[in-house]
């Protein structure tokens, strides 16, 4: 992981081998005068709980959140539970509520229908979620 620039991560991270690998890499770094390549962990796991890793300058950035954009759909805190900011909601929570309002008697989880996925992003766009938006400066 610490020999790239952006890593996507989708399974809780321990700190501790995390924190193990970039020191691994930054000792590799100095003896090697080599600069330590990762700036970004794009992390896509559900719930998201921030790392926090002392003496990294790589960010760790949720990516696992859409956006909610229209007040007529839904308002509020969906996933208060979860930590996500207002008018955010986790897309297994927003695939419950698009399966409920399309009448689909299939779950969010599981197999993934590919024949099912334009429809369902069509629906989701013209409800109002998105993809929330990354700055990654």
């Not at 005068?33 to 002392?54: A, M, R």
């Not at 334009?118 to 989701?124: K, Q, S």
Request: charged fraction near 15%; hydrophobic fraction near 40%; proline fraction near 4%.
């Amino acid at each position: 992981m610490a020999d790239y620039q952006h890593v996507v991560v989708g399974k809780s991270i321990d700190p501790s081998l995390l924190q193990k690998a970039l020191n691994r890499r930054r000792a590799q770094s100095a003896a090697t005068s080599s600069p330590l390549s990762t700036q970004y962990l794009l992390d896509y796991t559900v719930p998201f709980l921030p790392l926090q890793l002392g003496g990294t300058a790589f960010r760790h950035v949720q990516i696992a959140v859409l956006k909610v954009s229209n007040d007529e759909f839904l308002r509020g805190y969906y996933d208060i539970c979860m930590g996500t900011s207002q008018n955010h909601i986790y897309p297994c929570h927003a695939g419950c509520i698009l399966n409920m309002i399309s009448g689909r008697e299939t779950d969010e989880t599981g197999d993934i229908a590919l024949s099912d996925i334009d429809g369902i992003w069509a629906l989701a766009l013209k409800s109002g979620l998105g993809n929330k938006p990354l700055s990654l400066q």
